[in-house]
């Protein structure tokens, strides 16, 4: 058993809380949000996360998980101490590390005891030292503390499975002492844990996330090509899945990456590399594609539709990715400010994220499902892939819309089916 803090009570930070606190240790989450604090209190949670509610409820029931937004009562009782706050893009697209700056801070001024300091957020390459900077001159006693970096590659939506069943844990540390410290907190999971430098457990974050966005605009390209081409780029991919030294994963053609982590981290990343005067060029042309996919995708309707203007477009599908009420750099967003910007008028149904999207879109009617969405629509797009749109009643869509116009962001439908029927089917990097 261990006295753990974690600071910053969202994705990564509520979900290691939880689960090390069900491994038996003791664990307080810290967050400078008092109603997110007050709220988890009570057992309401910030976030949805399938699995997370039980295990915060069960724990804390325990006294094995508590909260506060108090560094005085959260540090000085703790062996270790988790940050994880958040570190958006800033104006260039580098991290802002201010919350991490004011983690460290709080941690400083209320260390009483030895302790490791483990850093989960994704930061850039070096900002380990600077923690551990930050620390040395501001701490009050003269204590002992090693800094870890420890980069958590969770997903949303599977987040407390992914803690669970990790492919790998990575740890770095100057003190190699302290990283087999930590490593002892994931014994229960035995997974392969890997022991390196600071410096390179943070490149290894950045390079893997990276990698996956670079799958994704990869398998994108190749499926504008094959839409020339007249080949089938879902095909293409299971054929290139197939192949160990490829993999299947992530390898789906569409709208392309999304969400909190990807855009953030390949811009960070390419800011770093061009900064240390390196020439980030695969970097660059990954976010590229990614922006031409949306773009592409708005292209289609025009030219089904012969133009934009005063056509109602109909979008299925809010959040970045199923499963999540998170819109965070989420296609949806630009395909409708594209849309718009040539005088579209938008109707859109998600699931969960209408309330998220509400926030930062204007002129859009939210509709209560699908249907109602195809009510005289000119033509429909499929922006995220839920699976409640994957056996839509398809020939009652078709009678409710305007013209029978679909465009298939995420190629969950067959063309010969969609055109059997009667749709103008347009869907990406396959023959329609
Ligand atoms: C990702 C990483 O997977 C995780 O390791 C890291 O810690 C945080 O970032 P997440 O942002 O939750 O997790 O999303 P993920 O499920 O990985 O999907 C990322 C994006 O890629 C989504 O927008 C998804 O729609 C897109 N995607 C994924 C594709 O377009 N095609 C694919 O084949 C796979």
């Not at 390179?200 to 994704?216: G, H, P, V």
């Not at 078709?398 to 439908?413: A, E, H, S, T, W």
Request: one cysteine or more; a neutral charge; aromatic letters at 6%.
């Amino acid at each position: 058993m261990a006295t753990i803090c974690v600071i910053g009570m969202g994705y990564v930070g509520l979900v290691t809380a939880a689960c090390l606190a069900d491994f038996g240790n003791e664990v307080i989450g810290l967050d400078i949000d008092t109603e997110k604090i007050a709220h988890l209190r009570q057992g309401v949670l910030p976030i949805y996360e399938p699995g997370l509610e039980e295990i915060v409820e069960r724990t804390s029931r325990a006294g094995r998980l508590s909260f506060t937004s108090d560094y005085a009562e959260a540090i000085p009782p703790a062996e270790f101490i988790f940050i994880a706050v958040d570190t958006p893009s800033g104006a260039n697209g580098q991290a802002d590390l201010s919350s991490v700056q004011r983690a460290a801070r709080g941690i400083a001024e209320h260390l009483r005891r030895p302790a490791i300091i483990i850093n989960k957020s994704t930061v850039p390459i070096g900002a380990g030292d600077m923690v551990a900077q930050i620390i040395a001159e501001h701490r009050r006693c003269p204590v002992a503390f090693a800094v870890v970096s420890n980069p958590e590659f969770l997903r949303e939506g599977s987040a407390v499975y992914d803690f669970l069943n990790p492919d790998r844990i990575v740890l770095g540390a100057t003190d190699r002492q302290a990283a087999e410290r930590v490593a002892q907190l994931y014994a229960p999971l035995k997974c392969p844990i890997m022991i390196t430098d600071l410096r390179t457990a943070e490149m290894i974050k950045y390079a893997s996330n990276s990698f996956l966005a670079t799958k994704i605009s990869f398998i994108n390209e190749i499926a504008q090509i094959c839409e020339k081409l007249g080949a089938d780029v879902r095909e293409v991919a299971r054929g290139m899945g197939l192949d160990r030294r490829i993999g299947p994963a992530f390898l789906e053609a569409g709208l392309g990456w999304g969400g909190s982590c990807f855009p953030k981290d390949v811009r960070a990343l390419e800011y770093m590399a061009t900064v240390q005067g390196c020439h980030p060029q695969l970097l660059r042309a990954v976010m590229e594609i990614n922006r031409d996919q949306r773009i592409r995708v708005v292209q289609k309707v025009r030219d089904l539709l012969g133009g934009l203007q005063g056509r109602v477009i109909g979008i299925l599908g809010l959040a970045f990715k199923p499963n999540t009420d998170d819109i965070r750099e989420a296609p949806s967003l630009d395909v409708i400010n594209l849309l718009q910007s040539e005088g579209a008028i938008i109707k859109a149904y998600d699931p969960v994220a209408m309330g998220n999207a509400a926030k930062v879109l204007r002129d859009v009617q939210f509709c209560s499902d699908p249907y109602e969405v195809a009510r005289g629509a000119d033509a429909l797009v499929i922006v995220t892939e839920w699976n409640e749109f994957k056996q839509l009643a398809l020939e009652r869509l078709r009678d409710l819309m305007r013209r029978p116009v679909i465009v298939d962001g995420r190629n969950i439908y067959e063309p010969a089916q969609m055109r059997a029927l009667g749709f103008l089917y347009q869907c990406i990097g396959r023959p329609c």
